[in-house]
């Protein structure tokens, strides 16, 4: 099974490298030079189908990688938007501590009660804190802190999420 674990961002130097934004716990795990991403594309962009990893590094915080594949900026433009895939490590098939944003989508959310309170639309992996995105039933899209004293249950199994909101939390996503 592959698992989603980086989408690229901008370029960082002349010599290929771009940013990523994570959607892994293990990047140190994950990027290791030689390491062969499947990848995923907007179609025309001429994007290959794998890349293999050339470099990885930490600045300020943001992780660079570079790819064997493209030589400098330009190529590196190209990348902007794509999607980085591994293929699911044994230790993270047996990781029960985190979830992927592939296994989250379209999962039901529902209040401690078993209230429907909408599907999971996406995974908002941020510096400080994951925030779980809801799609709410009138469409609205309300982001959720990822932490277990709001989301005290993931059951992929059973394709749900249990989200104990405090009150406010989700008609604030109505109000922006």
């Given at each position: 099974?592959?698992?989603?674990v ?7 130097s002349l ?26 594309a907007?179609?025309?962009t ?13 600045h300020k915080?943001?992780?660079l990688?570079g ?7 330009t ?5 902007r938007?794509t ?12 990781d ?39 799609r709410?039933?009138d469409g ?12 005290p249950?993931?059951?992929i199994?059973?394709g749900?999420?249990v ?7 989700l008609e604030?996503?109505?109000e922006?």
């Open positions: 099974m592959s698992v989603l980086a989408r690229i961002g901008k370029p960082h010599h290929g490298e771009v940013t990523v934004q994570l959607h892994s716990d293990d990047p140190e795990g994950r990027f290791v030079p030689g390491t062969v991403f499947a990848t995923q907007a179609p025309g001429g994007v290959l189908k794998e890349l293999t990893l050339r470099s990885a590094r930490k915080e943001i992780w990688l790819f064997e594949e493209i030589p400098d900026r190529g590196a433009e190209s990348l938007g999607k980085l895939f591994a293929d699911e490590t044994t230790e993270a098939a047996e029960d501590e985190g979830w992927y944003e592939d296994e989250l989508l379209g999962l039901q959310v529902v209040s401690p009660a078993g209230e429907a309170l909408g599907d999971v639309a996406g995974l908002d992996i941020g510096a400080a804190q994951d925030r779980l995105i809801v709410l039933p609205v899209l309300a982001h959720i802190p990822f932490v277990e004293a709001i989301v249950e993931v059951d199994d059973g749900r999420v989200v104990d909101a405090p009150p406010g939390l604030l996503a109505r922006q």
